[in-house]
């Protein structure tokens, strides 16, 4: 199978994402992966599954995954999920587990929007509300550091030492939205989230682009249409955007041609498809 690849600034991801089908999106360097709607056996050493919501293109690789890594006597995996949805999926976990006659392990977490969760160090991310069909939520990676505190800027190298020498830290952490995904969303879900508009990278679901379907049928189904993306093309303040799930209604060479055509100013250096490569 065909896979997309996407790198900016020495960050690297790769992936499918195609609507209705299989999405995952993995990004090796932080040892995760937005969803596992699909099955790559080469994928189950990455550790930890930020899910979006349940749908099956989205879902189903996990009971696959958990038992994989379980035979392989792998790590625990982490598996973050929305709230709703933890006790859910814990059944199904623990039915397949009894299907199989194998013991899953993994390590299950239903997030709250804005529950804050280290990646690994100088890394973390917060859940944010998404706007779909069933319960969602989309993911951003905040990249941190730590800066002198105002308070301190002025002062010599020797005082700033005695304050650490007395506990006191002259420090302070900073955070900048690195990247976010959506999952399936309505556009609602860059609109109402200021950390998603200003991530560096931001994934963005986009089903429609045409009058195949049109803004009304997708909104009615939770997703959005490049015409909404034009419309609202001045609040995309992210650095690139990278757009994901297109309708398979759409060949590659459509896509690429819709893109080309609609694509207003603002974004045409910025925005870019996940597509497998010569499509």
Not at 10 to 25: A, D, M, N
Not at 137 to 166: C, M, P
Not at 218 to 226: K, M, P
Not at 262 to 274: A, E
């Amino acid at each position: 199978m065909l896979t997309a690849s996407f790198e900016y600034k020495g960050i690297k991801f790769e992936g499918i994402s195609e609507g209705g089908i299989r999405t995952s999106i993995i990004c090796p360097s932080l040892d995760f992966m937005f969803d596992f709607g699909y099955i790559n056996p080469d994928k189950i050493h990455i550790g930890k599954i930020l899910l979006t919501h349940a749908h099956l293109d989205h879902s189903c690789g996990i009971p696959y995954y958990v038992s994989q890594r379980s035979l392989r006597k792998l790590p625990v995996p982490k598996i973050y999920v929305p709230k709703a949805l933890e006790p859910k999926l814990s059944q199904i976990l623990k039915l397949y587990s009894e299907i199989e006659e194998f013991d899953y392990e993994c390590e299950l977490y239903g997030l709250n929007f804005g529950d804050r969760v280290d990646l690994k160090p100088g890394y973390f991310f917060k859940p944010l509300e998404s706007f779909h069909r069933v319960p969602s939520q989309g993911y951003t990676v905040y990249e941190t550091k730590r800066k002198l505190k105002k308070e301190f800027a002025s002062l010599h190298s020797d005082e700033i030492r005695k304050s650490k020498e007395n506990g006191i830290d002259p420090t302070e952490e900073i955070s900048v939205p690195l990247v976010s995904f959506s999952g399936d969303s309505k556009i609602e879900y860059v609109l109402a989230n200021e950390d998603v508009r200003k991530s560096k990278i931001l994934f963005m679901e986009c089903t429609y682009y045409c009058e195949k379907r049109d803004v009304s049928r997708a909104r009615e189904w939770g997703h959005t249409h490049f015409d909404e993306i034009v419309e609202h093309a001045s609040s995309f303040e992210n650095e690139a955007i990278v757009l994901i799930h297109p309708s398979k209604r759409y060949s590659y060479r459509e896509l690429n041609d819709l893109l080309r055509k609609k694509v207003p100013t603002i974004l045409k250096d910025r925005i870019s498809l996940f597509l497998p490569p010569k499509s």
